[in-house]
């Protein structure tokens, strides 16, 4: 069955650095999302990307938040310069179509930012 | 309702009991209702998607309800197993592509 898949599982970085999660939607989705989820608070909302553009963002992708689709597989976020405030688990997800109302989740990035 | 809301926040039931969780979510602007099975360390598996007011849905043991006017959907699980320990998580959409989650409901089901 086609699955989402995340690297790494665990990404430890020191406060200022850059990070780069990875994902690789579904093959045939064009639909492309990034959510996190601080420990002991909700699955919130970051990015939507089509079309090899951004579709919706939400207050918390700020200037040092970027996607890209580099080729036809991956799906990348990066964190120019990590705070404490950015470990969270982070998960990548991706649906066939805007409309289509299903999103499938990846297992998630742990990020620990020290 | 301006924030996706579930309850219990955890739960403990017995193999072979029947249990139920509650989500509220905004009714303005509605789309669509998501459930999720969340084990650890896993990806979180897509349930239901809901969209029409008196939805019901149904896989194997679990069932899904939807109130659009008043914002509730209902979560059923039939002759709980140990297998269905897992949190649940509900999330709203409405227009764009944003779900917004509630923080779940943790189920553990015991022998």
Not at chain 2, 14 to 23: A, I, L, M, P
Not at chain 2, 58 to 79: Q, V
Request: glycine residues 6%; proline residues 4%.
């Amino acid at each position: 069955e086609p699955e989402v898949t995340q690297t790494p599982s665990h990404q430890v970085t020191q406060m200022g650095q850059e990070v780069i999660l990875r994902c690789v939607p579904i093959s045939n989705h064009l639909y492309f999302y990034w959510y996190r989820q601080i420990l002991g608070q909700k699955v919130e909302f970051l990015v939507s990307f089509y079309n090899n553009e951004i579709s919706e963002k939400s207050e918390i992708f700020d200037d040092q938040f970027s996607v890209e689709r580099p080729d036809g597989s991956n799906f990348t976020l990066k964190i120019r310069s990590t705070k404490l405030e950015d470990s969270a688990m982070y998960f990548c997800a991706s649906s066939s179509s805007g409309t289509s109302n299903e999103q499938f989740f990846g297992p998630g990035t742990r990020l620990t930012v020290l | 309702i301006l924030n996706v809301e579930q309850s219990p926040q955890s739960l403990h039931v017995q193999e072979g009991d029947s249990t139920n969780f509650t989500c509220s979510f905004p009714s303005s602007n509605f789309y669509a209702l998501h459930w999720y099975r969340w084990e650890t360390a896993k990806s979180p598996e897509a349930l239901f998607v809901m969209t029409l007011n008196g939805d019901e849905k149904k896989k194997g043991r679990i069932s899904a309800t939807l109130n659009t006017k008043e914002g509730y959907s209902y979560l059923y699980i039939k002759g709980s197993q140990p297998e269905d320990s897992a949190t649940y998580l509900c999330a709203s959409r409405r227009a764009g592509y944003a779900l917004n989650f509630g923080k779940g409901t943790s189920l553990l089901v015991t022998p």
